[in-house]
């Protein structure tokens, strides 16, 4: 008989009290041995910060490593485990960061490489992992590789890059179009050549088909993992290998005005070629002479291809990242399809990971509403699988209008006004009531939103607040290895609930979802257990049990053997 059915608390202090109650009581029975055969990164949660969005140290209007040490006991308290930072090398940062011109150094803008020392101490010392931005698939055009390779056609370095002679009737070697608007082939006047560009002209490709570029790429991830990093989430890995033979992309008769213009092409000849796969193993082999560092793939592909990231006998990649939940309709039917198709997909032992937005996305707030964000943060933290939570989630951040005079994003300068630009997700963090938010005393890079945003001060003093309730999930997830490491079953889902339990070693928590604004019957298949956490918090008595309130999420303890658990798949 579980312990957790009984006496259930007042429904008041739902939100942080209860998570609290558990840690020193029952759930001490989930001793931390449990964790022990899980990896930090299996059991744990990452959190991405922009580093040029999350905390300005030295008033230049753009965050900084020292923003980022002096932000570490707010991560701390928030409850993660691991950040990811996107890139912080030098860079003429035409594409901000993700066009590297030096990939063993710091770039100015964000600190020295002292700074950065001091920062991977401070992490480790706050119990935390260090995950950089490794970006292979291309240069900055003012990277020393670049310009030596386009400098002759001779040059030893000409092939690391991927050079083509114009087409016979003069033009581009093919059809073949960038990510951010315009032909993904650029002519070099000096040289009479185009090269290729997956994405803006100033980010030429990499050719991984020559040795030497491999080699010494390599030699990067072995430079910081030398330094002490805990790993890298690998930058557009799925572009790594376009066809050998050039072959033009065919139309997509799916294609319609307002779409991206680079989406008129299906991308079968620039995307998941199959030697990428040997490049991943190969990054893979690197970081397992460190002790098994992390890599995650940014590896934005349907579930079936997305499968093969996990790489053979799962030499590839431990996370290829999962960015379904941001594509997904936010509906029952859909959302419950996902998470089955994808656990279904997932190949024996591999372990599964979830991410709700990023740097590249509309926020999650501004995708389907403030209310069910929270509900949105309550299945990102209660699903089977490693959570990345992109910086300013956790306070519910909307997508801020940027005027065209201040827009940042090439990709917005290219291809305007089709709402492609990705400033509005990228505007800093507002951590206090202080001019600019406290981001910084000079004018930001980006407009910080301190109209509609309550700040990190007041959100912290609110136990009904977003971060309250973040910081709520995150302890509990800490706390119970059901949540962490345990198998899921969906047990009832209909038009607006969708329900599943989450069990591990005896214990078994229930997470019951409403995916719309009215009220909903809980569905039959959920338990009568005790209520450890709910997205909405009331001062009033507890609702009708058999109900859940408009956009409500709650987290239940139920009664063990009730379930019938699918311990198979917690083992897998
Ligand atoms: C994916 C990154 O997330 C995005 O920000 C960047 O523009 C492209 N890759 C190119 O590096």
């Known amino acids: 008989m579980d312990r957790r059915c009984r006496n259930d608390p007042p429904l008041e202090s739902i939100c942080a009290v209860n998570a609290r109650q558990m840690q020193r009581s029952f759930l001490n029975q989930a001793s931390s041995s449990a964790f022990t055969s899980a990896a930090w990164w299996q059991s744990g949660v990452i959190y991405q910060i922009y580093p040029r969005s999350f905390q300005d140290s030295n008033g230049d209007g753009i965050g900084d490593l020292n923003g980022i040490a002096a932000r570490l006991d707010y991560l701390k308290d ?3 485990d691991a950040i990811w930072i996107s890139p912080i090398f030098p860079s003429p940062m035409a594409d901000f960061g993700y066009d590297v011109s030096d990939y063993c150094g710091i770039d100015p803008m964000f600190g020295t490489m002292d700074d950065f020392d001091r920062l991977l101490v401070a992490v480790h010392r706050a119990g935390l992992k260090l995950l950089l931005d490794f970006v292979p698939n291309h240069t900055s055009d003012l990277h020393p590789w670049f310009l030596e390779s386009r400098s002759c056609r001779t040059n030893p370095r000409r092939d690391w ?44 490709d990499l050719n991984w088909r020559n040795a030497g570029v491999s080699a010494a790429m390599l030699d990067v991830l072995r430079f910081w ?80 291809r997305l499968m093969a990231y996990y790489g053979t006998n799962l030499s590839g990649f431990q996370l290829p990242f999962n960015f379904h939940l941001i594509n997904t309709a936010w509906r029952t039917e859909a959302i419950a399809g996902l998470i089955q198709s994808y656990e279904a997909a997932l190949p024996a032992r591999a372990w599964p990971n979830w991410v709700l937005g990023n740097h590249d996305r509309s926020r999650v707030a501004s995708r389907i509403g403030r209310e069910q964000a929270r509900v949105a943060a309550m299945l990102l933290l209660t699903l089977r699988g490693t959570p990345t939570i992109y910086q300013g989630e956790e306070l519910g951040m909307l997508d801020v209008t940027i005027p065209p005079e201040l827009v940042q994003d090439p990709w917005e300068k290219n291809v305007p006004g089709i709402g492609l630009g990705r400033d509005p997700e990228r505007t800093p963090m507002p951590w206090s009531g202080a001019i600019h938010g406290g981001f910084t005393t000079a004018t930001p890079w980006l407009p910080v939103d301190t109209v509609t945003m309550p700040n990190v001060e007041r959100q912290q003093s609110d136990p009904a607040s977003f971060l309250s309730l973040y910081r709520a999930l995150l302890r509990l997830r800490r706390s119970e290895p059901a949540l962490s490491i345990g198998s899921y079953r969906e047990i009832a889902r209909t038009d607006a609930v969708l329900a ?8 078994c928590l229930q ?61 897998r």
């Open 78 to 80: 928030l409850g993660v």
């Open 161 to 204: 890059y991927i050079w083509r002679d114009p087409a016979p009737g003069g033009g581009p070697p093919n059809n073949w179009l960038s990510e951010f608007g315009g032909p993904a082939w650029t002519l070099d006047e000096t040289t009479g050549q185009y090269y290729y560009h997956a994405y803006l002209k100033e980010q030429p």
């Open 225 to 304: 993992f030398e330094r002490g990093v805990d790993g890298f989430r690998v930058d557009a890995i799925h572009h790594l290998f376009e066809d050998i033979g050039l072959r033009s992309n065919p139309h997509d008769p799916d294609w319609r005005e307002g779409m991206s213009p680079a989406r008129r092409l299906i991308r079968r000849y620039t995307m998941d070629q199959p030697e990428v796969h040997d490049a991943i193993a190969a990054m893979r082999r690197v970081a397992e002479e460190f002790g098994g560092r992390l890599l995650v793939g940014e590896s934005s592909l349907p579930i079936d």
């Open 500 to 507: 599943y339990e989450r069990q591990h070693s005896g214990n």
């Open 511 to 571: 997470i019951v979802l409403n995916l719309s604004a009215t009220p909903q019957r809980l569905p039959d298949a959920v338990t009568d257990g005790r209520l450890l956490l709910s997205t909405t918090r009331r001062k009033t008595e507890r609702p009708p049990r058999a109900h859940l309130e408009a956009n409500q999420g709650i987290i239940l303890a139920t009664e063990f053997g009730q379930a019938r658990h699918d311990q198979a798949r917690s083992n």
